[in-house]
């Protein structure tokens, strides 16, 4: 089955670090555009970051410098290491697949960055 | 690069809704539409402004003119009750931008 499981959303305080996680199945993440969207409470959808099968990486202004897209081959997995971590990060998290549109959504991840 | 999105449209069941993206010349653009139901994740529903996912109904079609992108759902259910959310990639910026989102209420 063609899918992605996100992990690793947690409580984490303002100024901490955290390693979201993506694994796939069904298809190879090396071979395609993968992408972090997230949504604040109760807010609309925001894109975060995504890598080109390339290796190109791409972010949004309120989290360049901050947060850091990366994949594993050998696991299958795209990841978002995010540092310096603010109240206003605090959202879902969904890793998506990029094909024509965003095609392939995960079920997303909770990051409640509070103290 | 800016999208605007009305906040909400109301459609009687069987009935026609329509939901615009308005941007700049966006009919130059690529547009892709999302549909969210409350506590799930998204799911494509229109890619590059007229294009169907397989899976989802004939119901669902897209256009894409000038300044504005329109999502039209033919004999609405209530099973489109649901937020929907239009897309591009900016290449100016090197962003995707998404719309603010629109919620469809299905009387």
């Known amino acids: 089955e063609v899918q992605l499981v996100e992990s690793g959303g947690a409580l984490i305080q303002p100024g901490g670090s955290l390693r979201l996680s993506c694994a796939a199945s069904?298809?190879?993440?090396?071979?395609?555009?993968m992408n972090w969207v997230r949504q604040a409470p109760g807010k609309g959808l925001e894109w975060v970051s995504g890598v080109y099968s390339g290796g190109d990486a791409y972010y949004a202004d309120s989290v360049r410098g901050r947060f850091t897209i990366s994949r594993d081959n050998s696991e299958n997995t795209v990841s978002l290491e995010m540092n310096t971590l603010k109240a206003e990060d605090t959202a879902v998290y969904y890793c998506?697949?990029?094909?024509?549109?965003?095609?392939?959504w995960g079920q997303g991840t909770l990051v409640t960055v509070s103290s | 690069y800016e999208v605007t999105q009305p906040l909400s449209v109301s459609v009687t069941l069987g009935q026609t809704a329509r939901i615009t993206c308005g941007g700049n010349s966006i009919g130059g653009r690529n547009v892709h539409w999302y549909q969210q139901r409350p506590g799930q994740a998204p799911v494509l529903v229109i890619y590059r402004d007229t294009n169907r996912p397989s899976g989802i109904p004939e119901r669902f079609s897209g256009s894409n003119s000038r300044n504005t992108a329109t999502l039209t759902i033919d004999s609405a259910q209530a099973g489109d009750e649901a937020d929907y959310y239009c897309?591009?990639?900016?290449?100016?910026?090197?962003?995707?931008?998404f719309g603010g989102g629109t919620q469809l209420t299905v009387l």
């Open positions: 998506a697949r990029a094909v024509h549109g965003f095609d392939l």
């Open positions: 069904g298809f190879n993440v090396i071979s395609h555009y």
């Open positions: 897309q591009l990639w900016d290449s100016t910026t090197a962003v995707w931008v």
